[in-house]
C-alpha cells in the first residue's frame, strides 16, 4: 500500500492541527493504519491506530488529546491533535500493518513520508 501524509506545519502551544494520510494500492479491508511520531535523536514511537472499521488505539499518553479516524471514503486516515504542546513537536508518520497489535508493536508493512509538526511556546 503507498502512504501519503500531509497537514504538518507550524502551531502555537494549546492549537490544534490535523494530519491526513492518503491511501491507495490495497484493498482497505486488508490492512490497519497507524500514527507514529520521531522526536529529534528518538525512534519512531507509537501515538494512535485504527482499523477501517472505526476500532480506534492510542498510546495512553496521548488519549483526550490525539484522535486517529477514518475518513467517509475510506481511503484516508486522519490524525487529529488538539491542546499541543512543545514537547509534541516531531515528524509524524502514517503507517500500515496487517493488525493494530502489529500497528501497536511497531512491525509495520509500509510507511509514509513523514510530516513535520512543529509546536512553539
Known amino acids: 500500500v503507498q502512504l501519503q501524509a500531509s497537514g504538518g506545519g507550524l502551531v502555537r502551544a494549546g492549537g490544534s492541527l490535523r494530519l491526513s494520510c492518503a491511501t491507495s494500492?490495497?484493498?482497505?479491508?486488508?490492512?490497519?493504519m497507524g500514527w507514529f511520531r520521531q522526536l529529534p535523536g528518538e525512534g519512531r514511537i507509537f501515538v494512535a491506530g485504527?482499523?477501517?472499521?472505526?476500532?480506534?488505539v492510542s498510546e495512553n499518553s496521548m488519549k483526550g488529546r490525539f484522535t486517529c479516524h477514518a475518513g467517509d471514503a475510506d481511503d484516508t486516515v486522519f490524525l487529529e491533535m488538539k491542546n499541543l504542546r512543545p514537547e509534541d513537536t516531531a515528524v509524524y508518520y502514517c503507517a500500515s500493518a496487517s493488525t493494530l497489535g502489529e500497528v501497536q508493536k511497531g512491525s509495520i508493512d509500509s510507511w509514509g513520508q513523514g510530516t513535520l509538526v512543529t509546536v512553539s511556546s
Open positions: 485504527i482499523t477501517w472499521h472505526g476500532i480506534a
Open positions: 494500492g490495497r484493498t482497505v479491508s486488508s490492512y490497519v
